[in-house]
């Protein structure tokens, strides 16, 4: 039976239409067409008709591109200042790298929400503050707190950024996700700009290498810099303005990556105990620990944030084994941190990591609860949310500590 006859036999059947449109997505909209005179005084004909005729709105030049252009300026303007101003670019980049982007990102959620001024104001006052305290703190670029606090000053300015993101609702767990996704979405949609931007750069540089006009030095300068700086802020455009472009990615992505750094992680400490390892004496490898915990959490707060109602009770378990294998990484770590201060007491870094330590402990607790008690007593994935989204001002908190605190604790 052809597929015009097939959508005329199921036009009262909603899941039939819907498998024969994904089985063959330009076979069924011809067929519709042909079929469409005998079966148009149904509502489901009418419903299909305006879905297939649909067209998804081409980009527009509206007020979010001339406001995209505008803080892209100011990106440009703040990664070109070494130049401008002849500063050392080993001391510039490294205090103000978050500069470049997230006050860029805060103002326009602060413009696309309709902030109240006073907040608008204090916000721009922090961002402010935090700049000229970073650019005054007197220290060695070796020094571990100052190189604590440019590490954690971006994490405050990105919590900061989040709640411009959240200030039509800072309360809801479901808005706080919805950043969270959106953060996803950034760094997928980031991350291809630049894949497609060193295709394109390399294509140009060796197209003028064979004419043997090296311009290597000068597009590094004028076009390489300016395009990192507002890659992001393009990104950012493009997931608001055209969010169907990563909507089918990144869930794809979480349930790719998921079981496969499930697998990695299981593998690797089964390893780490056959070959005997030792966090408690190995600084190194106590470091990589840390980093292999932070990147798990990201894994599945990333993969929470594309959890639905439908989500399948297989995948949740798969999430909530995985949230139990990162507490066993994090408490290993955090004995081992424990040990080494009692060994030879607090420094900047020990400290940093078990105050790191310990929040990431008590949140993966929280959540992988939630999670066994979703997927085992059909609970709502509103509890998992909450669970995600209330633990998130502890991180920025303890961000503001180290950046802000430490250098006067340690000195």
Same mark, same amino acid.
């Given at each position: 039976?052809?597929?015009?006859?097939?959508?005329? %036999?199921?036009?009262?059947?909603?899941?039939?239409?819907?498998?024969?449109?994904?089985?063959?997505?330009?076979?069924?909209?011809?067929?519709?067409?042909?079929?469409?005179?005998?079966?148009?005084?149904?509502?489901?004909?009418?419903?299909?008709? !305006?879905?297939?005729?649909?067209?998804?709105?081409?980009?527009?030049?509206?007020?979010?591109?001339?406001?995209?252009?505008?803080?892209?300026?100011? *990106?440009?303007?703040?990664?070109?200042?070494?130049?401008?101003?002849?500063?050392?670019?080993?001391?510039?980049?490294?205090?103000?790298?978050?500069?470049?982007?997230?006050?860029?990102?805060?103002?326009?959620?602060?413009?696309?929400?309709?902030?109240?001024?006073?907040?608008?104001?204090?916000?721009?006052?922090?961002?402010? *503050?935090?700049?000229?305290?970073?650019?005054?703190?007197?220290?060695?670029?070796?020094?571990?707190?100052?190189?604590?606090?440019?590490? !954690?000053?971006?994490?405050?300015? $990105?919590?900061?950024?989040?709640?411009?993101?959240?200030?039509?609702?800072?309360?809801?767990?479901?808005?706080?996700?919805?950043?969270? %996704?959106?953060?996803?979405?950034?760094?997928?949609?980031?991350?291809?700009?630049?894949?497609?931007?060193?295709?394109?750069?390399?294509?140009?540089?060796? &197209?003028?290498?064979?004419?043997?006009?090296?311009?290597?030095?000068?597009?590094?300068?004028?076009?390489?810099?300016?395009?990192?700086?507002?890659?992001?802020?393009?990104?950012? $455009?493009?997931?608001?303005?055209?969010? #169907?472009?990563?909507?089918?990615?990144?869930?794809?992505?979480?349930?790719?990556?998921?079981?496969?750094?499930?697998?990695?992680?299981?593998?690797?400490?089964?390893?780490?105990?056959?070959?005997?390892?030792?966090?408690? %004496?190995?600084?190194?490898?106590?470091?990589?620990?840390?980093?292999?915990?932070?990147?798990? &959490?990201?894994?599945?707060?990333?993969?929470?944030?594309?959890?639905?109602?439908?989500?399948?009770?297989?995948?949740?378990?798969?999430?909530?084994?995985?949230?139990?294998?990162?507490?066993?990484?994090?408490?290993?770590?955090?004995?081992?941190?424990?040990?080494?201060?009692?060994? $030879?007491?607090?420094?900047?870094?020990?400290?940093?990591?078990?105050?790191?330590?310990?929040?990431?402990?008590? !949140?993966?607790?929280?959540?992988?609860? %939630?999670?066994?008690?979703?997927?085992?007593?059909?609970? #709502?994935?509103?509890?998992?949310?909450?669970?995600?989204?209330?633990?998130?001002?502890?991180?920025?908190?303890? *961000?503001?500590?180290?950046?802000?605190?430490?250098?006067?604790?340690?000195?």
């Amino acid at each position: 039976m052809d597929i015009k006859s097939l959508i005329i %036999q199921n036009i009262e059947n909603p899941e039939g239409l819907e498998k024969l449109y994904r089985n063959n997505k330009t076979g069924f909209s011809k067929a519709f067409t042909d079929a469409f005179a005998e079966i148009k005084e149904t509502a489901a004909a009418a419903f299909w008709e !305006h879905r297939l005729r649909y067209e998804q709105p081409a980009f527009k030049i509206n007020a979010d591109f001339y406001f995209l252009l505008i803080v892209s300026v100011f *990106a440009i303007l703040i990664a070109k200042l070494p130049a401008i101003l002849n500063i050392e670019e080993e001391i510039f980049y490294p205090r103000n790298i978050s500069f470049i982007v997230l006050p860029a990102l805060t103002a326009w959620y602060a413009w696309k929400r309709k902030m109240p001024v006073k907040n608008i104001v204090l916000i721009a006052a922090v961002f402010l *503050a935090s700049a000229i305290y970073i650019n005054l703190i007197p220290s060695r670029h070796d020094s571990d707190v100052f190189i604590l606090a440019c590490l !954690h000053l971006p994490l405050f300015l $990105w919590s900061v950024m989040g709640y411009s993101y959240v200030s039509d609702h800072p309360g809801s767990s479901r808005k706080r996700m919805r950043f969270l %996704q959106f953060n996803g979405n950034l760094l997928i949609m980031t991350g291809l700009l630049i894949i497609a931007g060193v295709i394109f750069s390399g294509l140009t540089v060796g &197209m003028f290498s064979l004419i043997n006009i090296q311009i290597d030095e000068f597009y590094g300068y004028y076009i390489a810099i300016p395009g990192l700086s507002v890659m992001p802020l393009l990104a950012n $455009w493009l997931v608001n303005n055209s969010p #169907q472009l990563v909507d089918r990615i990144a869930p794809v992505i979480a349930r790719i990556f998921t079981p496969l750094v499930l697998i990695t992680l299981a593998i690797y400490l089964v390893t780490v105990m056959v070959t005997g390892k030792n966090p408690y %004496q190995d600084r190194e490898f106590l470091l990589l620990f840390n980093v292999m915990l932070i990147a798990v &959490m990201a894994i599945i707060v990333f993969s929470l944030t594309e959890i639905t109602p439908d989500s399948s009770k297989g995948f949740l378990v798969m999430l909530g084994i995985l949230a139990v294998l990162a507490i066993a990484v994090n408490s290993v770590a955090l004995s081992a941190i424990i040990f080494r201060i009692s060994e $030879w007491g607090f420094t900047p870094n020990r400290t940093a990591v078990l105050g790191g330590n310990v929040l990431i402990l008590f !949140h993966l607790v929280m959540v992988s609860i %939630q999670i066994f008690r979703t997927a085992s007593f059909n609970r #709502q994935v509103n509890d998992i949310e909450k669970a995600v989204a209330s633990f998130l001002p502890a991180y920025g908190i303890w *961000a503001a500590i180290v950046a802000f605190v430490f250098p006067l604790i340690f000195r």
